[in-house]
């Protein structure tokens, strides 16, 4: 139990157009889910918390105009890179909470961006 | 001090070692630790989850807590060349909402 399906798992665009990510929790409802980004042989790095119903709670130094995140359901959270450009290239992780997190996080599969 | 560190390695042990990997972390994150293993171009997934001092045991990894110390850890036993990965350490805040800090993780290395 407890999967998290992220899609795509890889997407090349051109620089300036938006690409959008999908995080779904499969077997369960996430109220919270949260967007990671990791650049190669780094950490990761919390993007924005995404609460169902609420507007997302960015971390600082993340533009919430750029990284526009909806959480229309308790199953579907979004991310959507708006104007993207080359330095947006990066590993796109999702996770969701389980019993609140409480118990850690379960990832999506992760979405590789190549913004050429 | 960072919320979570962890050495970046690598670490390099060979098939049938035990591979010690640590983590300290300061007061902010205190509450609930956790594991993760995330090979390379893949996303973690959760091994272990620790939230009391003491040793916590699954299979081969052993996770070990000490608050005191501010100090928490992951033995893997018998280690196998699959358990190549980085593996990251990750705490959470004490602030509720269960937001989790995670360390820059440490890469393992286990040769043939």
């Known amino acids: 139990g407890a999967v998290v399906s992220q899609h795509p798992s890889w997407v090349i665009c051109k620089s300036g157009t938006s690409v959008k990510i999908e995080c779904r929790s499969l077997?369960?409802?996430?109220?919270?889910m949260f967007w990671y980004r990791q650049f190669p042989k780094q950490s990761l790095m919390l993007m924005a918390t995404?609460?169902?119903?609420?507007?997302?709670?960015?971390e600082q130094g993340v533009e919430k105009d750029k990284f526009l995140i909806n959480h229309a359901s308790l199953t579907l959270s979004t991310l959507t890179v708006t104007s993207a450009h080359p330095e947006d290239s990066s590993f796109y992780i999702c996770?969701?909470?389980?019993?609140?997190?409480?118990?850690?996080?379960?990832f999506g599969s992760g979405t590789r961006l190549t913004v050429v | 001090q960072k919320e979570v560190e962890q050495n970046s390695g690598p670490l390099s042990v060979p098939e049938g070692a035990i591979a010690s990997l640590n983590c300290t972390y300061s007061?902010?994150?205190?509450?609930?630790f956790f594991w993760y293993r995330q090979y390379s171009g893949k996303s973690p997934e959760l091994i272990m989850s620790?939230?009391?001092?003491g040793d916590k045991e699954d299979g081969r990894f052993t996770a070990q807590l000490n608050k005191a110390s501010q100090y928490v850890s992951l033995l893997i036993r018998d280690s196998q060349p699959s358990d190549s990965a980085t593996y990251l350490c990750?705490?959470?805040?004490?602030?509720?909402?269960?937001?989790?800090?995670f360390g820059a993780g440490t890469r393992l290395f286990v040769k043939a």
């Open positions: 990750a705490a959470q805040e004490e602030t509720g909402g269960f937001k989790t800090i």
């Open positions: 007061d902010r994150v205190s509450q609930s």
């Open positions: 620790i939230y009391s001092n």
């Open positions: 996770s969701a909470a389980l019993s609140g997190g409480a118990f850690g996080y379960t």
């Open positions: 077997d369960f409802q996430a109220t919270t």
């Open positions: 995404s609460n169902e119903g609420s507007k997302a709670t960015y």
